[in-house]
């Protein structure tokens, strides 16, 4: 009896670098967000209570254990500004960072893993450090367990600072591809330049009469053709973005029935109209 043939599962399309990237933050960013609103409330909820003395005297006083729990409370307020802030910058810049990420200029890959590397140590630094109080409030009250927190989340700390400098550009070097186009700098291709001379700082792309289709159709339809030449109107103008500057979309003709109405209201505002009566 012949076996059937073993069927290969179809492979999954590769995901572009720079989304796998902003997958990432977009997960970070509510992991962050979670745990600092968690130990935030938390916190505050002991903050505004009465400081019960230790039990046994571990070294750490009530007072001091309340200040050790004050700062773990302002240190996840902070992330949790800041966390709010790099989801807005994320949400703003995400094409861009995306663009630049996965493109062959090592130099632009270079500069969005700089960013990255920023707000991951930040972010990380701030759990790691109101960690490390709430250690310190334990340790007052119940000794050994808290200063083994203390250890484990000194532990995780080091791992990890060493991974996100393992996945820094720190030690690397650019390989290949122009300078990044920074429009702060002097050395920049459109540095100087005039609104005019900006939208012609790039060679026209395009030439003949099927750019300048009417953008909507000929009145059969929106078909393949007039897409295309909607498509091929726009042009990529170096940072990011999109824009018309080569060929600017011709406009349909005014229709008939609106000449009418604009030569209407002009019969009603003139002289004769008004001398008439019929106003």
Same mark, same amino acid.
């Given at each position: ?35 600092? @609103? *968690?130990?935030?409330? $938390?916190? /505050?909820?002991? #903050? !505004? ?9 571990? +070294? ?93 989340? @000194? *532990?995780?700390?080091? $791992?990890? /600072?060493?991974? #996100? !400098? ?9 390989? +290949? ?103």
């Amino acid at each position: 009896m012949a076996t059937p043939a073993a069927t290969t599962a179809p492979a999954l399309p590769k995901a572009h670098p720079g989304e796998r990237l902003a997958t990432f933050f977009d997960n970070l960013f509510k992991t962050i967000t979670a745990i600092s @609103t *968690l130990g935030a409330s $938390l916190t /505050f909820s002991k #903050i !505004v209570q009465t400081p019960v003395a230790p039990w046994v005297d571990y +070294g750490i006083s009530k007072d001091t254990a309340q200040t050790y729990l004050g700062l773990s409370w302002l240190v996840f307020v902070i992330n949790l500004g800041i966390v709010s802030f790099a989801t807005a910058a994320l949400s703003l810049w995400r094409y861009a960072a995306i663009e630049w990420f996965g493109t062959e200029d090592s130099q632009k890959r270079r500069t969005v893993m700089w960013y990255a590397t920023f707000v991951s140590m930040v972010l990380f630094a701030l759990i790691i450090v109101a960690f490390i109080f709430l250690g310190l409030v334990i340790a007052a009250y119940a000794g050994p367990v808290g200063w083994s927190a203390i250890g484990f989340t @000194t *532990l995780a700390g080091i $791992l990890g /600072f060493g991974v #996100i !400098v393992w996945q820094s550009p720190i030690g690397s070097k650019s390989i +290949g591809g122009p300078p990044n186009e920074d429009l702060f700098r002097k050395d920049s291709e459109l540095y100087g330049y005039s609104p005019n001379r900006k939208a012609n700082a790039y060679a026209r792309k395009l030439t003949g009469d099927d750019t300048y289709a009417n953008v909507y159709g000929d009145g059969d339809g929106y078909n393949e053709k007039d897409a295309m030449a909607v498509k091929e109107q726009y042009i990529d103008d170096g940072f990011g973005r999109r824009n018309t500057l080569d060929r600017s979309p011709r406009f349909a003709d005014t229709p008939e029935y609106t000449n009418d109405l604009r030569r209407m209201r002009q019969i009603r505002a003139s002289d004769e109209y008004r001398y008439d009566g019929r106003q």
